[in-house]
Every structure is written in C-alpha cells, then in structure tokens.
C-alpha cells in the first residue's frame, strides 16, 4: 500500500490520507476482497503508515486504547466499502438502490413514502462522495471523544 500519511499537517489529515489510500488498495483487490480477511491484508501492508498514524493520533491526545479503536473503524470502513465497490461492480442489479427499487416493486398493499422518495434521489453510495461523508462522519465522532474526554 502507498500511501502519503507521512504528508499529514494533523491527525485528521492523516486518517483522511490513510483511510482513502487503504480503501483504494484494498478496491484494488476487487475480487479477491470478500475473501481476504483484515489479516491478511496485514502479511503485505507496510508498517510505516501505521507508525505514523499512532503517531499523529497520539499527538492529536488520543490514548492509546482510542487510537486502537480509531484506527479499527477506519480499516472496517475500508474494506467494507472496496468490498462494496466490488460487489457493485460485478452485480449492479443488486446495488443498494436497485434492491430497495424492486422491494417497493414487490409491495402492492402498502405505502412507503419515506422510502419511496429515498429511492428516487438516485444517491451513489460506491462513490468516492461516499467514502468521504463516511471518514468525516468518523472524524467528527473522533472529534467530538477528545472534547469531552477534555483531551482537546
């Protein structure tokens, strides 16, 4: 895995870099990364990025037992969403969307509209859009521990 986390101004910056970069080599895997579990993807990964991420999180005052944490979801969020870009790859009548679609499709006796509405906005969620909100999401959660830990 290549990855720039070594370029990161902070910790935020850092799980931004890191995160996207895991996620592209693990997409890059395609096929292979619904049968790969996180250790194997350990045996190839280099350890220097992940030096360097504890390092900025310990800078940015998480404990260590945070940092696990933190560092846990980011490779959850990674490989779950690679191993969604490759399922949507090889079977698009099966996206998110597209199934919700044909089970509104499926129901005659009730209404959904909240559902319904949802279904038509047509949002990607296998896009790199996604995979931002989704760091975001976690650095802002990651934000908001260090506050009220009082750490920062």
């Keep these: 895995m290549q990855t720039r986390v070594r370029e990161a101004a902070d910790w935020k910056d850092a799980c931004r870099i890191y995160a996207r970069d895991l996620a592209d080599s693990a997409a890059g895997l395609a096929e292979l990364v619904d049968y790969l579990w996180f250790g194997d993807l350990m045996n190839d990964l280099p350890l220097e990025p992940v030096e360097t991420m504890f390092r900025h999180l ?3 005052g998480f404990t260590d037992e945070d940092a ?7 490779s959850t969020l990674c490989l779950g969403h690679a191993r ?3 399922q949507a790859q090889k079977e698009v009548a099966r996206t998110r969307s597209q199934l919700l679609k044909s089970a ?3 129901q005659t006796d009730h209404s959904f509209p ?3 509405r ?3 906005r047509g949002v990607d969620t296998y896009s790199a859009d996604q995979l931002a909100f989704s760091i975001a999401l976690i650095i802002a959660g990651a934000e908001d521990r260090l506050r009220t830990a009082g750490r920062r």
Excluded: F, K
């Design 58 to 60: 310990n800078e940015g």
């Design 68 to 74: 696990i944490r933190l560092m846990t979801v980011l």
């Design 84 to 86: 969604d870009l490759a």
């Design 104 to 106: 509104l499709g499926a």
């Design 114 to 116: 909240n559902l319904e």
């Design 118 to 120: 949802i279904a038509s």
